[in-house]
């Protein structure tokens, strides 16, 4: 089993910035792919970005591209959700999951989830 605890979450001006942290327990959190989504009210689940295992590779929703950043430290058992330039309509709950397998981008294939933290940009 993996826990996964969001943080970092808040209410930031538009064009402002926020850093989100999932820290994870649990099984080898090293192994594993981790990705962000968001739900805004009323929304479906929504995917914002992914990394593999190693860091090396990741990949955004175009919505998020060039604003957002994905990294992780395993050393800390750690993955940073870097998001710059925010817009309102990046207002969320922004949760972080881990997959056993893939590198997936979609929620069905992520096996472990975090409770989620708010993101509030206002205007």
């Known amino acids: 089993q993996v826990q996964l605890v969001e943080s970092g979450g808040g209410l930031v001006q538009a064009g402002g910035s926020l850093r989100l942290s999932c820290a994870a327990s649990?099984?080898?959190?090293?192994?594993?792919?981790a990705g962000w989504f968001r739900q805004a009210p009323g929304k479906e689940r929504e995917f914002v970005g992914r990394?593999?295992?190693?860091?090396?590779?990741?990949y955004y929703a175009d919505s998020v591209k060039g604003r957002f950043t994905i990294a992780r430290d395993n050393a800390k058992n750690t993955v940073y959700l870097q998001m710059n330039s925010l817009k309102p309509e990046d207002t969320a709950v922004y949760y972080c999951?881990?997959?056993?397998?893939?590198?997936?981008?979609?929620?069905?294939?992520?096996?472990?989830w975090g409770q989620g933290t708010q993101v509030t940009v206002s205007s």
């Open positions: 990394i593999d295992w190693s860091g090396s590779s990741t």
């Open positions: 999951a881990a997959a056993v397998f893939g590198v997936p981008e979609t929620p069905s294939r992520y096996d472990y």
């Open positions: 649990g099984r080898t959190f090293s192994r594993l792919s």
